[in-house]
């Protein structure tokens, strides 16, 4: 078997071909640009821009990308046929570098039932488009489509005759997602080792994420072999989506003393093209996603945040920073410790004594039975409790009204009762109710708060609201579930404005105290 | 090394413990007991219900669930001492079947950083901690913490006490999601060959998703011997979360031809079991997730749904049926190809002419284009335009004002424009002011509609609007950006009344036609 000729990973991202194929995901041209762009931003080796001949808006976005990206290589796709070359050799016409990329499905089930074409069929078309797209191109990729489930000698045979017409990429996918990660090694190395020229080509992998193995089988390729990973950030695509860029990179990374390999990916711009990628394709990232998930570098438990205070390592395998997260988040919830409480604490600039921190542990573990997580002005709200004796709640919702119209300002009028008993009312008009009823909010509290981010959602009439305020340097969060969204949202507001007081309490009396030793 | 003792794997879940363990994750008791009751209807053969010695709440909820929950063996966590494991003891009295799980870090950055133990004292304290908990449970776990970057011959050392000490099941966790899949099964085959009596118990992985390869670690480990596999529903846990048990599950079912084993699982419970933890933990399945998300049977690209058309094994490799999907989604978007439009618009039955069609498939395209997919209802109002030559917009919104406030009713008033040009208005009062939206539009333009699902959001004042709408048998999908969120709803929701109008005109329409012929 030929020696793999490099410890080079050449990296070809598909998010924009393969990723915008998933129902659901189309973006338009813009969208598509600004995906690019980030692409362009991370270092991917190859950009796989779209399939010129599927409609025009693909072709105009191909064109787009030529026109517009520089650095990685400009990739789009035809099928086995001369009129979806000639189209892809038009719109990547303008162009630095690029690449043609021919698929023809090689499986029995995929001859059979979608191609109706024999075995000798399917290496003539192969070859035939390859040669033909050879001349337009120096680099010409050929996809065997469903490889994994392809008889290998009969593999063999398709790789070593497109070779032989010019083919200087061959991709092995898994398309459906169907290869276990031994097997799909053993399937690179049987290539390897039988097909004639191979050492001339880079042998890439594709994998699909149907049973969760894309990432391991495209590792264990790459451990047989393979030299390029086809993957989409965030691991969009068909069904249960591609191989997912950002893991399979920050594996090769993390464990560069088992591969010894490398890509040429700049990580610290992962997250960056994971939020531009689930902006504009619509799909949300999951919290426990690997590497960009909100969650990947949070940590809750007591026992692992006392560990990540003595030593990251202990449950950290990545430095945040190396994927563009600012930090780790030691997450106060009702799973953390004291160890963490009082860290927190003291970076809020609170000391409290034994006697009223575990006052506040225990307040703080009551809140968090009902919130999922506390921010920062959630947890000043409970020490201000703990030091004043008072209960949180300084203003009760009354009544709320609101009335609103196309093209005009809409109004809300809010009844609150202080502390003191007494009913204060006020009104403010914005451009929508919710503005409007958080406005009215402000000026009968005097609290002024920015609301960084809503989300309300339901059905059969109960809306459940979320909201997230920013208030000087501190976070704070409200939630609510009310018949009426407004209602709804004048209550987690209350609840956020009520904490806020507290916590300004909390801290004039910390500077008192200060100034008076 | 001895043979594995049976082809029975033993499924071990801990969405209760570790997956609750995530940050922003954490679930009230009555939570737990719907997720508890999904986990007995798949069929787990054991349940991890919590960690009593964290916290009183959690103390309550593994009681709740030992009393309530019959068929799986229930577990519950407890560091290596007595206190923990009295409080297991005292928590799972009233199980029928119960395991305690004892678990005590083994690698050398908890030993230095988090326990400040010597080798000697870990063993000594792990084998202490199982015998005291052979006092009370026939059954019983020792997890050796972080085992996966623990020196393996002390791995073996530290094994090989805890089983003489009475351990049943010995757990071999990649706590840090720091494991390949080719190694990790290196370190089982090991401990396999170098651990006497390790014939006598079961031994047990627990991987984590940090580099994305949980799924694939366990299955190599299960490859190599192991027989239990650790697991989540959705995959949900610390960081980057724990193995998912969908994915293991149907990886080792889909692929009983290489794995030649089994479990106990009833896979057409999978949907349901992912819903409950979904809608307990908070924590959204992401669209592309692997067996469970929303698209794992959804295809859009024409050349998917061709094939798909032919012979659904050109691009599934599980039936939908099998894990509780209904069914496999051919969705009608910017991707889908001719073959797709013309199936669709038959099943709702539509014949079309050519030219019709070709019509009817440009502005389908056109129209796919904004929307990132389309419903039955909205290919239905496409073909409305091409039959009747006419514009989809019956009704035009002029203007929307609404009045609310709490414990009162909320009123709205409506203007529309019809396509005769003649403006209408009437105004409807509901609980809340986006049902008063709804019932103010339904009064003029005649079209009773059930709002089955809206989503709300936004930042700065630019809300973004989607509902999906059912009506009849059909189901619409409208979308809508505005500053005020009640005119984007009053827009999304016209749009929608719009195509269901047209929609019922072509439906008219063919039965007339139908009825001449």
Redesign the interface.
Not at 293 to 304: K, M, R, V
Not at 451 to 459: H, K, P
Not at 483 to 487: E, K, N, P, S
């Given at each position: 078997m030929p020696e793999a000729s490099t410890d080079r990973v050449i990296v070809f991202d598909t998010s924009l071909r393969d990723g915008?194929?998933?129902?659901?995901?189309?973006m338009?041209l813009e969208q598509k640009l600004r995906v690019a762009r980030a692409l362009q931003a991370l270092g991917v080796d190859v950009l796989e821009a779209g399939f010129p001949a599927?409609?025009p808006?693909d072709y105009e976005a191909v064109a787009a990308v030529a026109r517009q990206v520089e650095g990685p290589i400009v990739c789009a796709l035809a099928?086995a046929n001369r009129e979806d070359i000639d189209r892809v050799t038009e719109a990547l016409r303008p162009a630095g570098r690029k690449r043609c990329h021919v698929f023809l499905a090689t499986s029995p089930?995929?001859r059979e039932?979608?191609l109706g074409l024999s075995t000798t069929e399917v290496v003539r078309r192969a070859v035939e488009a390859i040669r033909h797209a050879r001349q337009s191109f120096d680099d010409v990729e050929y996809s065997a489509e469903?490889a994994a489930r392809t008889e290998p000698d009969f593999l063999c045979e398709v790789v070593e005759k497109v070779i032989e017409a010019g083919a200087t990429t061959v991709n092995i996918p898994d398309?459906?997602?169907?290869a276990?990660?031994?097997?799909f090694a053993g399937l690179i190395v049987h290539l390897r080792r039988r097909v004639r020229g191979i050492e001339r080509v880079v042998l890439s992998v594709h994998c699909h994420?149907?049973?969760?193995?894309a990432?391991?089988?495209t590792?264990?390729a790459v451990?047989a072999g393979a030299r390029q990973v086809e993957c989409t950030v965030?691991?969009?695509?068909?069904?249960?989506?591609n191989c997912?860029l950002e893991?399979?990179v920050?594996?090769l990374r993390?464990?560069a003393d088992?591969f010894q390999l490398r890509t040429g990916i700049r990580t610290q711009e992962l997250c960056a093209a994971s939020r531009a990628v689930a902006k504009a394709s619509?799909?949300?990232?999951?919290?426990?996603?690997?590497?960009v998930?909100?969650?990947?570098?949070?940590?809750?438990?007591?026992?692992?945040q006392?560990?990540m205070m003595?030593?990251a390592?202990?449950?950290?395998?990545?430095r945040p920073d190396d994927v563009g997260f600012e930090s780790s988040?030691l997450?106060l919830?009702?799973?953390s410790g004291r160890h963490l409480l009082r860290h927190r604490l003291e970076q809020l600039g609170y000391r409290l004594d034994d006697v009223r921190f575990e006052r506040a542990f225990v307040e703080v573990?009551k809140l968090?039975?009902?919130k999922?997580?506390l921010h920062d002005g959630d947890v000043e709200a409970v020490v201000a409790g703990v030091l004043h004796g008072a209960a949180v709640g300084q203003w009760e919702?009354?009544?709320?009204?609101?009335?609103?119209?196309?093209?005009?300002l809409?109004t809300a009028a809010v009844t609150l009762r202080g502390r003191d008993g007494k009913e204060v009312q006020d009104a403010a008009c914005a451009?929508?109710?919710?503005?409007a009823v958080f406005r009215s909010i402000e000026r009968i509290t005097g609290t002024a708060a920015r609301?960084?981010?809503?989300?309300?959602?339901?059905?059969d009439?109960e809306?459940e609201v979320r909201i997230e305020v920013q208030h000087r340097d501190r976070t704070y969060s409200g939630t609510a579930q009310a018949?009426?969204?407004?209602?709804g949202i004048?209550r987690a507001f209350v609840e956020v404005v009520n904490r806020i007081d507290a916590s300004g309490r909390s801290r004039r009396e910390l500077a008192e105290s200060e100034a008076r030793t």
């Open positions: 915008e194929q998933a129902p659901g995901a189309s338009d599927a409609s808006g099928r089930i995929h039932f979608k469903d398309t459906v997602g169907y276990i990660p031994s097997q994420d149907d049973l969760g193995l990432v391991a089988n590792l264990a451990e965030n691991g969009i695509g068909e069904r249960a989506g997912s893991e399979v920050m594996a993390t464990r088992h619509g799909f949300a990232v999951a919290r426990n996603k690997a590497v998930g909100q969650n990947a570098f949070a940590h809750e438990a007591g026992i692992h006392h560990g003595a030593n390592l202990t449950y950290e395998i990545m988040q997450v919830g009702k799973h573990k968090a039975d009902h999922k997580e919702l009354l009544g709320v009204s609101t009335a609103s119209g196309a093209g005009g809409a451009q929508s109710p919710l503005e609301v960084r981010d809503y989300q309300v959602g339901g059905v009439g809306s018949a009426d969204v407004l209602v004048a």
